[in-house]
């Protein structure tokens, strides 16, 4: 089995800043992407960033330029350092994982989500 365990979620005045972890512990054999989704209240799920196993950080256009995600690959842990936060980043912070077995099959696995909320 395979966790993955949330942390740095908190309440953050509009323009502030914030670092979300994400530590993955459990039968661990090869983690490829890592990545955060986000979900407001009454709206889908969505992509924030991914992370390939090489390092090579993907955000999402509307992030861009203020989110940062990166990896710790001994520790197994990925983070997202968010700056300048807005209102329309609160949210709950999910975070997943893609690892593949000793099989080769590829199982991707969810964290229980951390919230950010952005007050003005």
């Known amino acids: 089995q395979v966790q993955l365990v949330e942390s740095g979620g908190g309440l953050v005045q509009a323009g502030g800043s914030l670092t979300l972890s994400c530590a993955v512990s459990g039968t661990i054999f090869r983690i490829n992407t890592m990545g955060w989704y986000r979900q407001a209240p009454g709206k889908e799920r969505e992509l924030v960033a991914t992370i390939t196993g090489g390092g090579v950080g993907n955000p999402a256009d509307s992030v861009k330029s203020r989110f940062t995600i990166s990896r710790d690959n001994a520790k197994n842990t990925v983070y997202l350092q968010m700056n300048n936060l807005q209102l329309e980043d609160a949210g709950v912070y999910y975070c997943?994982?893609?690892?593949?077995?000793?099989?080769?099959?590829?199982?991707?696995?969810w964290g229980q989500g951390t919230q950010v909320t952005v007050s003005s």
């Open positions: 997943t994982v893609r690892q593949v077995d000793t099989m080769w099959r590829e199982h991707e696995y």
